[in-house]
């Protein structure tokens, strides 16, 4: 998901009893899909050999037709696509591209919110050495301008490492009236760990106190590295964060977790991994950055995810039937 190549680092495990659980096995061993999620049958849904690596997505659905905006590595930029179906998507327009400055040299992972008429764009500036987000707003979601020339949010010592924030997800809280955002802090590479932030005016951020909010189970193989980019869909009282869950820097898979405050408590679903690599596939590396919308007339979940096999990233599409996750028989 950076600009340097990713190589794949193959893992070889010994099973040391017959009792494995799915949390000791690796990743060449899991099943592609758990908790009742199918991989479309034509994956990917955005090709990268055509348009060259388009990564981390973020999503509307307005009048039947599918949004989404994207990473686009070659030409450093936020680009936008369209769909019907959800799996049949326009070509590439650039929307934001890198500013004239000293801290946005790359654009990519952003996060798009509508509201009162307008779209919303958080989105991560990079150069070689730091990760930080910045904002920017449109009338027609084609055409953005930024609301400020420096960053919205910068990283800080401790969990942040005065290097990295990164992967913004962002939500309007009408009963509070403020914006929650959700992002990715540590290394620059890959980020450690998921923190939290709220703000008034989408400009001025404050961090939660006991960042961070979600972090690596250590005690999980799949997720025990590094836990981070996570998209949060709010749904029958509960916030479910979908997330990346590393094995190891290269080894990356989908999992997903909940919580009543979006905050504290974490819940992980006992059927994590949702989303795994495919053996010899497109995707055979590493699952990463998981977008979800819910269809409540269909009752039926669209999971967009970045699938990597070698230095090459695109876009992957799975779906889940019925409207449970399957937290309702969580024994975890």
Known sequence: MMKKTRQLTLLLLSFATASTTIADISAQDLPETSGGWTKYENNPVLDGKKYGTCFDVTMLKEDGL????????PKKSIAYSESKDGANWSDPIIVLSPANNDWEKDLNRPAIYKKDGVYHLWYTGQTSKQ???????????????????RPVLDPETGWEKNIAVMCPHV????????????YSGGEQYEPNAIGYATSKDGLVWKKYQNNPIFAADKNTKWEQHKVTACQIL???????MFYIGFEDEHT???GIARSKDGVA????????????????????SACYKPFVLYDAAEK?????YNGRNGGLEQIGLVIHDG???GFSGNNR
Do not use: C, H
């Not at 599918?66 to 590595?73: E, I, T």
């Not at 408590?265 to 055979?284: F, H, T």
């Not at 039926?300 to 967009?304: S, T």
């Open 66 to 73: 599918y949004k989404m905006w994207l990473s686009w590595r």
């Open 171 to 182: 939500e309007w809280d009408t009963k509070n009236a403020e914006w929650q955002m959700w």
């Open 323 to 325: 409207d449970d996750l």
């Open 265 to 284: 408590n974490w819940e992980r679903l006992k059927a994590n991994p949702i989303v795994s690599p495919g053996k010899g596939k497109w995707d055979a």
């Open 252 to 254: 990356a898979r989908i």
């Open 131 to 149: 990760s930080r987000i910045g904002y920017a707003t449109s009338k027609d979601g084609l055409k953005f301008e930024r609301q400020s020339e």
């Open 234 to 240: 709010q749904k029958d009282g509960w916030y479910y």
């Open 300 to 304: 039926k979940y669209r999971l967009w």
